[in-house]
């Protein structure tokens, strides 16, 4: 098994084309700091709705190579956090952004096709399914949050016989379907969108690290180690490091870490499974596990389950963590244990920046010249290209359905992450506990209450942990 930072994905789509890093001082109208799907798609329509605009991307190391290039490639819609969009923003207002993001799922696919790209899109649903008693109803405020906002078509429960005809495992029981969901090979998303941004004129800088910014004149200053960019509108788009010291959203994001595996080709396996129509899985822990399949026949898998990391620190553990892939390879082989004597030939992981509401914001900050995204929690890969919509609208001051979008708010209103170091040492505490927790609850052992009572602790600060 190869284990290193990048994985498969970007091994699997080949060499890729280096850009320069900044060299003395540019200008340009609108400039994005980050090389993730958040940062390509806002100087995607950037520059799609204002080709005369002069756009800049700056990222600090390879354009898609962090967790754009590295996730699950699961395309979903926000319908699986409905009940938290409505806690947070009202019926309506949820309505609004889990449509968009449902639109959004459909756009990455027009996307592909319009500009030629094959990023295996398949817009194959996603099933959301029970592994244990204790979370057969979890799924049930979230449905029932749908129904009472009008929602009766959709999303959908599934008996356990309905959810063993998709994929027969043997440690399945009922489920929920969404169909508004697709899987992508994500890293192949990440360079197409690159190549589209670059083929429309955005300048774009690698190994460049913004280590500064300077929003309080009449434009904004932006210093990497090779020289400094002056722009009139700014996009922090580098969603991570947004937890660390110096920035300005750092009591608002904290940084968790999730690691995958995939198999060799499996053909065989998938066939007995019957799990042939391609659907995104996961179960319904906290500590969230995660797979798919690939048109090749792999099986990829994934555990959010990955240590917080201090500060910003995304590299480190966060994304070569071999215990945790030892935990990632013991959960495959308990919902497939087909597998036990098949090769895994890559494991890979990255940071999760996660907010407290575990939604995404996009911020206006003061000055009205810096916007900001982060908090995917997870489920990036979908809603970023509906964030990079909002993102662009801003920058250009146009005040549109997506410049309206609830998710659009002033940092005052962001609800708080604890600080450092009680973020890192309590979020370690309580990630431990809830390990704990849900193994009892997956081997039908009663919880120990220590650890019950340790998981409790993010709802009882209004940390809000699961989707
Ligand atoms: C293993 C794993 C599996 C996942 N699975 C899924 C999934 O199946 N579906 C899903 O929806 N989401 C998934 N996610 C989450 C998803 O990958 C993210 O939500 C999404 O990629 C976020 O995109 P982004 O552009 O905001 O951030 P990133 O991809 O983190 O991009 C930010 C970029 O900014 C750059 N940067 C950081 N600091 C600086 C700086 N100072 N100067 C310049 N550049 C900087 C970084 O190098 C990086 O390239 C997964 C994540 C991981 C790690």
């Excluded at 009202?90 to 696919?109: K, T």
């Excluded at 194959?124 to 749908?146: F, I, R």
């Excluded at 929602?151 to 005809?165: N, T, Y």
């Excluded at 947004?242 to 009591?251: H, I, T, Y």
Aim: proline share 6%.
């Amino acid at each position: 098994m190869i284990h290193e930072a990048t994985g498969y994905w970007i091994h699997e789509a080949g060499h890729q084309p280096e850009f320069p890093s900044v060299d003395g001082d540019h200008r340009f109208d609108v400039l994005v700091i980050g090389g993730g799907f958040t940062g390509l798609w806002t100087a995607y329509h950037l520059k799609s709705r204002e080709p005369d605009l002069e756009v800049a991307l700056v990222e600090s190391h390879r354009i898609g190579h962090g967790p754009s290039g590295r996730n699950g490639g699961f395309v979903d819609a926000m319908w699986v956090s409905f009940s938290s969009l409505v806690k947070r923003y009202g019926d309506q207002q949820a309505l609004a952004l889990a449509r968009a993001s449902e639109r959004s799922v459909h756009q990455v696919g027009e996307f592909l096709e319009h500009h030629g790209v094959d990023a295996w899109y398949r817009l194959s649903g996603y099933l959301n399914v029970s592994t244990a008693p204790a979370w057969d109803d979890s799924w049930k405020e979230n449905l029932t949050a749908m129904r009472a906002a009008g929602i009766s078509d959709g999303p959908h429960e599934l008996s356990p016989a309905q959810v063993q005809e998709i994929c027969a495992s043997p440690a399945f029981r009922g489920g929920v379907h969404y169909g508004a969901a697709a899987t992508v090979q994500p890293a192949r998303l990440a360079f197409g969108i690159r190549d589209a941004v670059q083929s429309l004129g955005v300048t774009m800088f690698e190994s460049s690290p913004v280590v500064r910014v300077e929003d309080g004149g009449p434009d904004v200053m932006v210093f990497t180690p090779g020289g400094r960019i002056t722009a009139s509108r700014l996009v922090m788009a580098n969603g991570p490091t947004l937890a660390g010291a110096g920035s300005p959203l750092r009591a608002n994001v904290t940084l968790a870490s999730s690691h995958m595996v995939i198999t060799e080709p499996v053909p065989d396996v998938i066939e007995q499974l019957g799990w042939t129509g391609g659907e995104a899985i996961s179960d319904c822990r906290s500590l969230l596990t995660y797979f798919r399949t690939t048109p090749d026949g792999r099986i990829a898998f994934g555990w959010g389950g990955g240590r917080i990391a201090a500060g910003s620190r995304r590299f480190g553990r966060a994304e070569h963590d071999s215990d945790v892939v030892a935990g990632v390879i013991a959960g495959l082989k308990r919902y497939f244990p087909m597998l036990a004597d098949r090769r895994i030939e890559y494991a890979w992981g990255g940071p999760i920046d996660a907010s407290a509401t575990h939604l995404p914001h996009v911020v206006e900050m003061p000055s009205g010249r810096s916007f900001a995204a982060f908090g995917y929690t997870g489920n990036g890969v979908g809603p970023s290209q509906m964030v990079g919509r909002a993102l662009s609208s801003l920058a250009l001051d146009q005040r549109d359905e997506y410049s309206k979008l609830a998710f659009i708010e002033p940092s005052s209103a962001l609800t708080r992450v604890p600080p450092e170091p009680f973020r890192w040492i309590g979020g370690a505490m309580i990630r431990e506990a809830i390990g704990r927790k849900e193994e009892a609850q997956l081997a039908g052992r009663s919880v120990d209450p220590v650890s019950a009572l340790v998981a409790r602790i993010p709802a009882l600060i209004g940390f809000h942990i699961g989707r």
